[in-house]
C-alpha cells in the first residue's frame, strides 16, 4: 500500500513525476523560501529535474503558486453540511486559519494576488453561498455577504501571520516598541494608556507575528462580529 507524502516533505529525485508531486515540492519549497523566494529552477532542483521537465504538469509560476496554496488549504468542506449557517461560518474560518497557520509562508500572497483565486475551488465558493443562502440572503445581497465573508475568513489569517522584515528581524522588533513606548500620551492618549494590553498582540502596535504568538482570542472575537454583523445586516431591509 502507498501514501501520498506530507506535504512538508518533498519527493525524492528519482520518484516518478506527477502533478502532485511538483505541487509537494512546490509547497515545501515555499516553506523554506517565502513566495518571494521562489523559484521554478530551484523547484526543479529539489526534485532532480530540468525546468522544463515540470511545464508537462505545471504551465508556469503562478500555477505552481496556485497549486502549492490549494494543496496547503486541502479541502475546506466539513464532511456533512452543517444545518445552522453560523456553526458553518464558525467551523470554516477555524479551519481556514488551522490550514494556513500550518504553513504560513503562503500568508502574503493570500487574497493579495489575484492567482490565490486559483486555489479556491468552485467547491468551496458553492459552499459559502450556501451557508450564505441559508442565512437568508440573495441576489445582490448574496454578493455582498459572499464578499464580507471572504474577506473576513482571509483578512484576518494574513494579518496575523504576516512576517516579520528578512532583514535584522530582531532589530526592527526592538525598534518597533520602543517607539510605540515612546508615543506622545498628549497626542495619542488612548494609545498610550491601553498600550500595556495593546503590546501584547494588536494589530500595528505589536512587533511579534502570529506565527509565534498567536491571535486566538481576537480570532474568535473576530469570528462571531463577523456572524453577528451578517445576522444585523439580514434583518435590514434592502436599500
Known sequence: MTTTPPASAPPKPGDSLSRDAVLVAALALIDRKGVAGFSVRDLARDLGVYPTALYWHVP???ALIAGAVAMALGDLKPARRPTDWAAGVRALFRRYRKAVRAHPAIAPVLGAQLVSNESMPPELVEHMLMLLERAGFSGDRLRHAYNTLVAGMVGFVTLELAPLPEEDPEGWATAHRQRMQDVDARQCPTLAREMPHLARGAFVVRASSGVD??????????TETVIQGLAAMRERSAP
Open 213 to 222: 504568538q498567536p491571535l486566538d482570542q481576537s480570532f474568535e472575537f473576530w
Open 60 to 62: 508556469g509560476r503562478n
